[in-house]
Protein backbone atom coordinates (compact mmCIF):
# COMPACT_ATOMS: atom_id res chain seq x y z
CA UNK A 1 0.00 0.00 0.00
CA UNK A 2 1.36 3.54 -0.64
CA UNK A 3 2.56 4.95 2.22
CA UNK A 4 4.22 8.53 3.35
CA UNK A 5 6.88 8.57 6.33
CA UNK A 6 7.83 12.17 7.82
CA UNK A 7 10.38 10.86 10.62
CA UNK A 8 10.58 14.30 12.19
CA UNK A 9 7.60 15.81 14.39
CA UNK A 10 9.54 18.54 14.91
CA UNK A 11 12.42 21.28 13.14
CA UNK A 12 13.65 24.12 14.56
CA UNK A 13 15.64 27.21 12.41
CA UNK A 14 17.03 30.30 12.72
CA UNK A 15 15.35 33.18 10.39
CA UNK A 16 17.15 33.37 7.41
CA UNK A 17 18.89 29.99 7.37
CA UNK A 18 17.41 27.02 5.33
CA UNK A 19 16.08 24.00 6.68
CA UNK A 20 15.25 20.66 5.14
CA UNK A 21 12.12 18.81 5.94
CA UNK A 22 12.45 14.80 5.34
CA UNK A 23 9.75 12.38 3.07
CA UNK A 24 9.82 9.12 2.42
CA UNK A 25 7.48 7.64 0.28
CA UNK A 26 6.63 3.75 -0.64
CA UNK A 27 4.47 2.87 -3.80
CA UNK A 28 4.78 0.38 -6.98
CA UNK A 29 3.07 2.49 -9.10
CA UNK A 30 5.59 3.84 -11.96
CA UNK A 31 3.33 7.23 -12.01
CA UNK A 32 2.93 9.35 -9.37
CA UNK A 33 3.12 12.85 -7.54
CA UNK A 34 4.59 14.19 -4.41
CA UNK A 35 3.21 17.53 -3.06
CA UNK A 36 4.28 19.45 -0.02
CA UNK A 37 1.17 21.42 1.61
CA UNK A 38 1.79 24.02 4.79
CA UNK A 39 -0.73 23.87 7.34
CA UNK A 40 -0.21 27.41 9.50
CA UNK A 41 -1.95 27.34 12.86
CA UNK A 42 -5.21 29.10 11.29
CA UNK A 43 -5.57 25.40 10.19
CA UNK A 44 -5.46 25.99 6.23
CA UNK A 45 -3.73 23.70 4.06
CA UNK A 46 -2.12 25.51 1.51
CA UNK A 47 -0.28 23.91 -1.48
CA UNK A 48 3.85 24.25 -2.21
CA UNK A 49 5.10 22.29 -4.48
CA UNK A 50 4.74 19.27 -6.73
CA UNK A 51 7.49 16.73 -8.16
CA UNK A 52 6.42 14.16 -10.90
CA UNK A 53 7.95 10.52 -10.82
CA UNK A 54 8.58 11.14 -14.45
CA UNK A 55 10.36 14.91 -13.94
CA UNK A 56 14.20 14.57 -14.26
CA UNK A 57 14.78 18.26 -12.61
CA UNK A 58 13.86 19.24 -8.90
CA UNK A 59 11.08 20.84 -8.68
CA UNK A 60 11.88 24.58 -7.45
CA UNK A 61 8.91 27.41 -6.05
CA UNK A 62 10.53 30.52 -5.08
CA UNK A 63 12.22 29.62 -1.88
CA UNK A 64 10.98 26.40 -1.51
CA UNK A 65 13.18 23.17 -3.38
CA UNK A 66 12.13 19.76 -3.58
CA UNK A 67 14.82 17.32 -3.18
CA UNK A 68 13.95 14.55 -5.36
CA UNK A 69 15.53 11.31 -5.19
CA UNK A 70 13.73 8.43 -6.99
CA UNK A 71 15.81 5.52 -6.08
CA UNK A 72 15.92 6.17 -2.71
CA UNK A 73 12.20 7.29 -2.65
CA UNK A 74 12.71 10.82 -0.67
CA UNK A 75 11.15 13.90 -1.53
CA UNK A 76 12.40 16.22 0.97
CA UNK A 77 11.29 19.86 1.25
CA UNK A 78 14.04 22.51 1.49
CA UNK A 79 13.32 26.40 2.30
CA UNK A 80 15.61 28.36 1.82
CA UNK A 81 16.22 31.51 3.64
CA UNK A 82 13.41 30.64 6.50
CA UNK A 83 10.62 34.01 8.00
CA UNK A 84 9.00 33.77 11.05
CA UNK A 85 6.20 32.98 8.52
CA UNK A 86 7.49 29.53 7.63
CA UNK A 87 6.22 28.31 11.59
CA UNK A 88 4.02 25.81 10.52
CA UNK A 89 3.06 22.38 10.08
CA UNK A 90 4.52 20.88 7.07
CA UNK A 91 2.87 17.78 5.28
CA UNK A 92 4.41 15.85 2.79
CA UNK A 93 1.63 13.84 0.39
CA UNK A 94 1.77 11.40 -2.77
CA UNK A 95 -1.41 11.37 -5.33
CA UNK A 96 -2.13 7.87 -5.39
CA UNK A 97 -4.27 6.85 -8.11
CA UNK A 98 -7.68 4.41 -8.63
CA UNK A 99 -7.70 1.83 -10.64
CA UNK A 100 -11.11 2.71 -12.31
CA UNK A 101 -12.83 5.76 -12.33
CA UNK A 102 -9.80 8.02 -13.38
CA UNK A 103 -10.21 9.83 -9.54
CA UNK A 104 -7.26 9.76 -7.15
CA UNK A 105 -6.82 10.74 -3.46
CA UNK A 106 -3.28 12.09 -1.56
CA UNK A 107 -2.07 9.88 0.82
CA UNK A 108 -0.53 11.93 3.82
CA UNK A 109 1.93 12.02 6.10
CA UNK A 110 1.92 12.40 9.68
CA UNK A 111 3.59 16.22 9.05
CA UNK A 112 6.60 18.07 10.44
CA UNK A 113 6.20 21.13 12.88
CA UNK A 114 8.45 23.96 11.91
CA UNK A 115 9.54 26.19 13.84
CA UNK A 116 11.66 29.32 12.95
CA UNK A 117 13.24 31.39 15.72
CA UNK A 118 14.03 34.91 15.44
CA UNK B 1 -5.95 34.02 -7.38
CA UNK B 2 -8.99 31.89 -6.88
CA UNK B 3 -9.47 29.73 -4.01
CA UNK B 4 -11.73 27.19 -2.40
CA UNK B 5 -14.20 28.68 0.32
CA UNK B 6 -16.29 26.63 2.87
CA UNK B 7 -18.41 27.36 5.51
CA UNK B 8 -19.09 27.51 8.04
CA UNK B 9 -15.30 27.94 9.63
CA UNK B 10 -16.37 26.36 12.77
CA UNK B 11 -19.64 24.37 13.61
CA UNK B 12 -20.81 23.00 16.81
CA UNK B 13 -23.56 20.49 17.12
CA UNK B 14 -24.77 18.06 19.63
CA UNK B 15 -24.17 14.24 18.86
CA UNK B 16 -26.63 12.91 16.54
CA UNK B 17 -27.86 16.14 14.46
CA UNK B 18 -27.06 16.35 10.98
CA UNK B 19 -24.80 18.61 9.58
CA UNK B 20 -24.09 20.14 6.09
CA UNK B 21 -20.78 21.55 5.45
CA UNK B 22 -20.22 23.29 2.45
CA UNK B 23 -17.81 24.39 -0.02
CA UNK B 24 -17.39 26.71 -2.98
CA UNK B 25 -14.71 24.70 -5.33
CA UNK B 26 -12.62 26.86 -8.07
CA UNK B 27 -14.98 27.44 -10.57
CA UNK B 28 -13.23 25.61 -13.53
CA UNK B 29 -12.83 22.32 -11.62
CA UNK B 30 -14.08 19.44 -12.34
CA UNK B 31 -12.75 17.17 -9.79
CA UNK B 32 -13.93 17.73 -6.20
CA UNK B 33 -13.01 15.57 -2.33
CA UNK B 34 -13.40 15.99 0.77
CA UNK B 35 -10.53 15.11 3.44
CA UNK B 36 -10.94 14.69 6.85
CA UNK B 37 -8.45 15.57 10.13
CA UNK B 38 -8.74 14.75 13.49
CA UNK B 39 -6.98 16.48 16.20
CA UNK B 40 -3.20 15.88 15.89
CA UNK B 41 -3.59 13.00 12.90
CA UNK B 42 -2.82 12.74 9.75
CA UNK B 43 -5.20 14.03 6.71
CA UNK B 44 -7.38 11.13 5.75
CA UNK B 45 -9.03 10.85 2.19
CA UNK B 46 -13.04 10.54 2.74
CA UNK B 47 -14.48 10.80 -0.90
CA UNK B 48 -13.92 11.96 -4.71
CA UNK B 49 -16.78 13.62 -6.87
CA UNK B 50 -16.84 13.99 -10.53
CA UNK B 51 -19.28 14.14 -12.99
CA UNK B 52 -22.02 14.37 -10.61
CA UNK B 53 -21.62 11.26 -8.80
CA UNK B 54 -18.84 9.63 -6.63
CA UNK B 55 -15.55 8.27 -7.87
CA UNK B 56 -14.35 6.85 -4.70
CA UNK B 57 -14.66 6.48 -0.94
CA UNK B 58 -12.64 5.46 1.72
CA UNK B 59 -13.75 2.69 4.55
CA UNK B 60 -14.85 5.85 7.06
CA UNK B 61 -17.29 7.40 4.34
CA UNK B 62 -19.85 4.92 5.54
CA UNK B 63 -23.81 5.46 4.99
CA UNK B 64 -23.61 8.72 7.16
CA UNK B 65 -21.65 10.56 5.04
CA UNK B 66 -23.26 11.87 1.68
CA UNK B 67 -21.48 14.28 -0.78
CA UNK B 68 -23.71 16.39 -3.14
CA UNK B 69 -23.64 19.10 -5.78
CA UNK B 70 -26.79 21.01 -5.42
CA UNK B 71 -26.21 23.49 -8.20
CA UNK B 72 -23.52 24.67 -10.51
CA UNK B 73 -21.34 26.22 -7.72
CA UNK B 74 -21.57 24.30 -4.45
CA UNK B 75 -20.11 21.39 -3.03
CA UNK B 76 -21.66 19.43 0.06
CA UNK B 77 -20.95 17.23 2.80
CA UNK B 78 -23.78 15.92 4.69
CA UNK B 79 -22.84 14.00 7.99
CA UNK B 80 -26.64 12.72 9.10
CA UNK B 81 -26.34 11.56 12.82
CA UNK B 82 -22.92 12.93 13.70
CA UNK B 83 -21.01 10.80 16.83
CA UNK B 84 -18.37 12.34 18.99
CA UNK B 85 -15.52 10.16 16.91
CA UNK B 86 -16.90 12.77 13.94
CA UNK B 87 -14.91 15.86 15.52
CA UNK B 88 -12.97 16.64 13.14
CA UNK B 89 -11.36 19.42 10.69
CA UNK B 90 -12.96 18.92 7.65
CA UNK B 91 -11.25 19.98 4.00
CA UNK B 92 -12.69 20.61 0.91
CA UNK B 93 -10.59 20.51 -2.12
CA UNK B 94 -10.91 20.39 -6.24
CA UNK B 95 -8.85 20.23 -9.41
CA UNK B 96 -9.29 20.76 -12.74
CA UNK B 97 -8.04 17.36 -13.65
CA UNK B 98 -7.02 14.00 -12.64
CA UNK B 99 -3.51 12.36 -13.20
CA UNK B 100 -0.02 13.36 -13.43
CA UNK B 101 0.41 16.95 -13.30
CA UNK B 102 -2.66 17.56 -11.29
CA UNK B 103 -3.17 19.68 -8.29
CA UNK B 104 -5.62 19.62 -5.38
CA UNK B 105 -6.11 22.95 -4.09
CA UNK B 106 -7.61 22.88 -0.44
CA UNK B 107 -10.26 25.26 1.23
CA UNK B 108 -9.36 26.47 4.94
CA UNK B 109 -11.53 23.72 6.33
CA UNK B 110 -14.60 23.51 8.75
CA UNK B 111 -13.46 22.60 11.76
CA UNK B 112 -17.03 19.95 13.70
CA UNK B 113 -17.17 20.14 17.54
CA UNK B 114 -19.70 17.76 18.58
CA UNK B 115 -20.34 17.25 21.88
Known amino acids: AQKITQTQPGMFVQEKEAVTLDCTYDTSDQSYGLFWYKQPSSGEMIFLIY??????QNATEGRYSLNFQKARKSANLVISASQLGDSAMYFCAMRVDFTQGGSEKLVFGKGTKLTVNP | EPEVTQTPSHQVTQMGQEVILRCVPI?????FYWYRQILGQKVEFLVSFYNNEISEKSEIFDDQFSVERPDGSNFTLKIRSTKLEDSAMYFCASSGSSGYKNIQYFGAGTRLSVL
Open chain 1, 51 to 56: QGSYDE
Open chain 2, 27 to 31: SNHLY
